[in-house]
């Protein structure tokens, strides 16, 4: 069943007798999925389609970031060419162009020249370059620093934060090439100091928790702060996403202790008082093995091979993989993630890159650099 075939999901959940539903992707929460379920007295987890907003469209998160002082770059939405480029030509470059809805974690161009601007514009106003998603674009200012992801759980009133991670969105090494979805991610981030987290939960989350009750879209599930934190110390909100996010989703599963169904149960029911997280002391690091010209053109029905070979601390998580003939194809642009946990960030680094060594098909290609800004920091 699709994920986003919500009335087929809701008639399997019942006649399975589900009794809790955790939503992975973000386009079934846009579509109000968890209304959906909730209605049919269904129990699900994730946030109700009001909610899902801050994801779902980019420039309602950022009108309710200037709404709720939440500190976000400088801004502006467009929905008219010749307007979004005037705009581009009174402020400096590089630019930040992003696709107002939707697109999958390939909807944000970093515009170096003012050419690449305006065939960005273009390409999503004029050229349906993300159908639906791009005919609004939000424009906004470049944020020097250092990225990070900051999760956390809700249960409408009340959060819990989980442990920090990076993610590497820049396709090549070095973080050069286009923006992808995530090639890579490791846990726990170091430029996350305990000064940060605090500051976050303070001028961040609590004021989306606050805001989104008050317009009477109480926010359950995991709200996750795309964040760029500067050499100052100050931390200002990239994006939201309303879900685990990927590919931190898996080094913090990776590193989860506590029942993650127990959990998520308690969100639902509004019980997250009751509960507090273990985590594994160990780091965690995730290697992204993708399709050879994700994240633009890629092929896929090739075969993957040495899956069977998971060395000890290891797991590969499948995203974009299919079964056919019995063997395991390549079906997406991101098609594993390979993670692995060890007593320090450079073995796990090492460990996660023997496992991906072992696994191949046909044109695959990873980073082979995740974790360097965390291993530098230490060198």
Not at 322 to 341: D, E, K, P
Request: with cysteine.
């Amino acid at each position: 069943i699709s994920a986003t075939h919500i009335s087929e999901l809701i008639a399997f959940a019942k006649a399975h007798s589900i009794t809790l539903t955790i939503v992975g992707p973000e386009a079934p929460l846009a579509l109000g999925i968890v209304d959906a379920f909730t209605q049919e007295n269904l129990a699900c987890f994730g946030p109700s389609k009001a909610a899902a907003r801050l994801e779902s469209s980019k420039e309602f998160a950022k009108d309710f970031m200037a709404k709720h002082c939440i500190p976000t770059a400088a801004y502006q939405s467009f929905s008219d060419v010749v307007s979004a480029k005037n705009y581009v030509r009174q402020h400096t470059l590089p630019i930040v162009i992003k696709a107002d809805g939707l697109a999958a974690g390939k909807g944000v161009v970093i515009a170096t020249t003012l050419q690449q601007a305006d065939q960005t514009i273009d390409a999503m106003l004029s050229g349906n370059q993300f159908g639906e998603a791009g005919h609004r674009i939000v424009i906004e200012e470049f944020l020097q620093g250092e990225e990070a992801s900051f999760i956390v759980i809700c249960d409408g009133k009340n959060v819990i934060p989980l442990v920090s991670s990076q993610d590497h969105k820049a396709r090549d090494n070095g973080d050069q090439g286009p923006n992808t979805g995530g090639m890579g991610a490791y846990s726990p981030a170091p430029v996350v100091s305990t000064e940060i987290e605090k500051q976050v939960l303070d001028k961040v989350i609590q004021p989306v928790i606050k805001g989104m009750t008050t317009a009477g879209s109480p926010f359950i599930g995991f709200l996750y702060a795309g964040l760029m934190i500067n050499n100052k110390g100050e931390a200002k909100v990239l994006e939201f996403n309303c879900r685990l996010g990927d590919p931190e989703a898996e080094v913090l599963l990776m590193r989860l202790q506590s029942d993650l169904v127990q959990l998520c149960l308690a969100a639902v029911q509004q019980q997250l008082t009751n509960f507090s997280i273990e985590w594994d002391t160990r780091p965690a690091l995730g290697v992204v093995l993708a399709s050879g010209g994700y994240p633009e053109n890629y092929e896929t029905g090739f075969v993957i091979k040495g899956l069977e070979n998971t060395l000890p601390n290891c797991k590969i998580f499948h995203s974009g993989t299919a079964l056919q003939n019995n063997q395991i194809i390549n079906q997406g642009g991101r098609v594993l993630c390979v993670c692995a946990m060890a007593a320090n960030l450079a073995d796990t680094q090492k460990l996660a890159y023997q496992q991906a060594e072992k696994i191949h098909w046909e044109k695959m290609f990873y980073r082979t650099d995740i974790g360097y800004r965390a291993i530098n920091r230490y060198l």
